[in-house]
């Protein structure tokens, strides 16, 4: 299985951006399709958003969607999560998933579809 770290989480006002990174271990991070999840305290973990496994394709919760930008870098084996336009409701701990897929243009959205997780990094936006 692959490894995940994140990094890149922080306190922020809103308003403000943070870029979120996933870097994973090993030779083959191209066979992935990568997701990020969030949870905040008192809730169940969401989905925020999910790329291929070349990056050509991406999707986003309708509660990010214009503010965040998933992306890849295969070459560098990470995924990042631009977050700008941040709102006291994006406050959580945030996660990076992995999950194999022979597809290269498909990606997961459901937490139980994920095989990999990070340790997740907590994001704080202040009102």
């Known amino acids: 299985q692959v490894q995940l770290v994140e990094s890149g989480g922080g306190l922020v006002q809103a308003g403000g951006s943070l870029r979120l990174s996933c870097a994973a271990s090993?030779?083959?991070?191209?066979?992935?399709?990568m997701g990020w999840f969030r949870q905040a305290p008192g809730k169940e973990r969401e989905f925020v958003a999910a790329?291929?496994?070349?990056?050509?394709?991406?999707g986003y919760a309708d509660s990010v969607k214009g503010r965040f930008t998933i992306s890849r870098d295969n070459a560098k084996n990470t995924v990042y999560l631009q977050m700008n336009s941040l709102k006291p409701e994006d406050t959580a701990v945030y996660y990076c998933?992995?999950?194999?897929?022979?597809?290269?243009?498909?990606?997961?959205?459901?937490?139980?579809?994920?095989?990999?997780w990070g340790q997740g990094t907590q994001v704080t936006v202040s009102s």
């Open positions: 790329i291929s496994r070349y990056g050509g394709n991406t």
């Open positions: 090993g030779r083959t991070f191209s066979s992935y399709a």
């Open positions: 998933a992995a999950r194999s897929l022979y597809s290269g243009s498909l990606y997961y959205t459901q937490a139980a579809d994920f095989r990999s």
